[in-house]
């Protein structure tokens, strides 16, 4: 038996039925990351003592019948944003190629206390700025479905260990999309909470008001299961709230679809999609109809503002957040000689950040000054409450709203996209970072290569989406 093909939920049932130990398919998963990863270049760093360590502290207690937490050995991949104590957290920058972190995240800790096998940190859009995992330092992440193509991004690391194997669930982030996204890309199942939901204790920010902690897996119960394990809310976290509504426990096999109210945007149907994307959109369509859901067109009069609005406010976050990086307390420091400290920032930070992070800053910086701050940033913080508005006002009638996940199916990584192009691949995702809403992406795996399709729920409504995907992901197998 292939123990890596096992989801985590029946790993869980395997290890009660003493069919086998939580050492047999930690090792499991280690020989596969050697075996793959060399290709997939899903990892960073692996942690394969840390692995075994917490895979025979799950045994013992397997063998003493004690209590044990919700993953039970379940292995997982973390997203190299996310810090775990003592080993390596870069963000894919050479400007932390060497910080080992001091401390857990909230996010490591609770997957620690939930006997969760952590297996290594994986790769991921330099500081999660990007869309195709193209931009880390440590190179390009390869899509396991097919490697000449993208997995997505920022979170395409944490997407390709699921696919490939490699890991049985995986951390992501979402800030416009990065947990959603590369699941589509990839096949598999992404899940991004109500904003607040999960701690950022320890999470490197990219944006503050937008950055969501996201969980990957092979289905949606397992996406659910990796949720219910790091939710909550962290003194350490001012905006971490607690969200009772992901601690539902639910039957998978139930049909919850039946009497939802779904909304569906008309200007996504008129949309000239990828012939594949619509298709599977429509059928999906047809799909929650047959289920006994109530399928209902409404209008999104906001669509064409919400890219523009969103790079606004994200690259002036990351002009802030990126400051930190003085390479004076940590992070790269340049070995050419400077004459003084302004000089040693200079050239440190040249060095240290790749092109993309770079731009984002000086885009930022540039929104942030006293000239523009009123005419760009205050302006796009008003549009993004009339976006917030707009979708709390959908909500009062229905329980989700339904969209592709992408515009544009995986690109090969030596495509010639424009970054404005590869912007557009976030067009369906940010609409529920900017409200704050939960949201979803279960694969339809139709036609030759697999897409995403989106369920979108208002704040705290989290369990919909579980239900609704659980309810849609069995439809399309």
């Known amino acids: 038996m292939d123990l890596t093909k096992l989801k985590g939920h029946e790993l869980i049932k395997g290890y009660e039925n003493r069919d086998f130990s939580c050492r047999e398919v930690t090792e499991a998963y280690l020989k596969n990351i050697i075996e793959k990863d060399q290709e997939i270049n899903a990892y960073i760093t692996v942690t394969e003592d840390l692995a075994m360590e917490h895979a025979k502290k799950v045994d013992r207690k397997y063998e003493n019948r004690e209590e044990l937490g919700i993953l039970a050995g379940i292995p997982t991949a973390i997203k190299d944003n996310v810090a775990v104590k003592d080993v390596r957290m870069t963000c894919a920058s050479k400007m932390l190629e060497n910080f080992i972190s001091p401390y857990n ?139 009772k509504s992901i601690l539902e426990n639910i039957d998978y096999e139930k049909n919850y679809l039946k009497d939802m109210k779904i909304a569906v945007p008309k200007e996504y149907l008129n949309m000239e999609l990828d012939s594949t994307i619509m298709k599977n959109y429509r059928e999906t369509i047809e799909i929650l109809k047959n289920s006994g859901a109530k399928i209902e067109e409404v209008s999104l009069k906001s669509l064409e503002y919400t890219i523009q609005t969103y790079h606004i406010l994200v690259n002036g976050e990351i002009s802030s957040n990126m400051a930190r990086l003085d390479s004076l307390r940590y992070g790269h420091r340049t070995e050419q000689n400077y004459a003084s400290y302004d000089e040693m920032f200079k050239k440190s930070r040249a060095e240290g950040f790749g092109d993309e992070v770079k731009k984002r800053i000086m885009v930022g910086t540039h929104i942030l000054s006293l000239d523009l701050a009123n005419e760009y940033y205050y302006k796009a913080m008003k549009v993004r409450t009339l976006i917030k508005n707009e979708y709390e006002e959908i909500f009062k009638n229905f329980d989700l709203l339904v969209s592709p996940t992408a515009p544009v199916l995986p690109f090969e990584i030596e495509s010639d996209m424009t970054p404005v192009e590869m912007y557009q691949a976030d067009l369906f995702t940010i609409p529920a970072n900017m409200s704050g809403c939960p949201s979803i992406s279960v694969p339809f795996n139709s036609g030759n290569f697999p897409t995403g399709i989106i369920l979108t729920a208002s704040r705290f409504n989290d369990i919909k989406c579980i239900k609704a995907g659980a309810g849609l992901e069995r439809g399309v197998k």
């Open 105 to 243: 995240s909230n996010v490591s800790e609770k997957i620690l206390e939930a006997d969760g096998v952590v297996l290594g940190k994986v790769n991921m859009d330099e500081f999660a700025m990007g869309a195709a995992t193209k931009t880390s330092y440590f190179g390009n992440t390869k899509n396991p479905l097919d490697t000449k193509l993208v997995p997505g991004g920022s979170s395409g690391g944490s997407a390709a260990a699921v696919a490939a194997e490699e890991a049985a669930i995986a951390i992501g982030t979402d800030t416009g999309g990065s947990t959603r996204q590369p699941a589509s890309f990839c096949g598999i199942v992404g899940f991004k909470p109500t904003y607040g939901t999960v701690s950022r204790y320890g999470v490197a920010s990219m944006a503050n008001t937008f950055d969501t902690v996201g969980t990957m897996g092979r289905d949606v119960e397992d996406a659910h299961l990796l949720m219910k394990a790091i939710a909550g809310r962290d003194n350490r976290d001012a905006t971490s709230v607690e969200n």
